[in-house]
């Protein structure tokens, strides 16, 4: 029995499908259907029995969940702890962090790492990347995220780091002194980060709370590219302030007051609750905590 066979099963069972597993798994179903057969033929039971086009648990697999949610968790554990068994101070930490984290948050944070823990290799990964299956597969150690709030949900352990401004930001010959409705606001060339962003989602919502739609002249999944367009006043950009916050010292780019805003976020180190927290995790979180401003 191995765990990639218990993967499956367990993401059809949550998913309900092979097809779907297969989906998420980024395998293809006839893999998750020959792992799920594997498996079955090991145990010497029928794990699902089919209905109609689908598949429905026996009573076997739903008595066996708990047991193979602790086998994936246990498997997990003893592959986290052999990484650092020999020397806890070396080794490699995977980490996700989106572009503009990346780029002006990131970059403290492995400076202390490094004068913490000289001997971890941080293996960085930026979007596109969907982390929530990589951390399912245990390939990633966390993840620095930026959301509306902090984590109601038990199954993930949460370091706040900052509060993350998201601002309306121009050239200076754009700027206009007074405080843009969203109604003016939509009238001039909007400039934003790629769909499905965080705060890109929160710029949306409030559009629709007054009855628009937020129409961007132009989108880019890299921060730095949108800063380029705002030196050439190529239209309003949003942008953490983090990301702007030299350009507005220096003049080269001002803040846009538009009602409404900014938009409050919160830029933190999370991993899932069930993960074994390896000494290069906690020499992470220990650096997080130290730099923290929430």
Not at 103 to 116: F, K, S, V
Not at 271 to 283: C, G, I, Q, T, V
Request: hydrophobic share 40%; proline share 5%.
């Amino acid at each position: 029995m191995t765990p990639r066979q218990v993967r499956s099963l367990l993401k059809v069972l949550d998913l309900g499908s092979v097809q779907a597993a297969a989906k998420a798994l980024h395998l293809a179903p006839s893999s998750v259907s020959a792992q799920l057969k594997e498996l079955s033929s090991e145990l010497g039971i029928q794990l699902f029995a089919t209905a109609g086009r689908g598949l429905v648990p026996t009573a076997a697999t739903h008595q066996l969940e708990t047991a193979f949610r602790s086998f994936i968790h246990q498997a997990d554990e003893i592959r986290y702890r052999a990484q650092h068994f020999i020397n806890e101070a070396h080794g490699q930490l995977r980490v996700f962090a989106p572009s503009s984290i990346c780029i002006y948050r990131l970059p403290a944070l492995i400076e202390g790492l490094q004068q913490d823990a000289p001997g971890i290799e941080l293996l960085l990964t930026h979007e596109p990347f969907d982390y929530n299956r990589a951390f399912e597969q245990g390939e990633l150690d966390a993840a620095i995220l930026v959301t509306q709030s902090l984590a109601t949900s038990h199954d993930w352990i949460q370091h706040p780091l900052h509060t993350e401004e998201v601002i309306f930001v121009c050239h200076r010959q754009r700027l206009q002194n007074t405080a843009l409705t969203l109604a003016q606001l939509a009238e001039q060339p909007l400039i934003t980060t790629e769909p499905g962003c965080t705060y890109r989602v929160r710029a949306e919502a409030h559009f629709r709370s007054q009855g628009l739609q937020l129409k961007p002249r132009q989108s880019f999944a890299n921060v730095e590219v949108i800063r380029r367009c705002l030196f050439a006043d190529m239209g309003i950009g949003l942008l953490p302030r983090c990301v702007v916050e030299a350009d507005l010292a220096t003049g080269q780019l001002y803040e846009q007051p538009v009602v409404d805003t900014p938009y409050a976020f919160l830029s933190s180190l999370v991993y899932p609750a069930e993960r074994f927290r390896s000494p290069l995790l906690d020499k992470l979180i220990q650096v997080v905590e130290s730099q923290s401003t929430f």
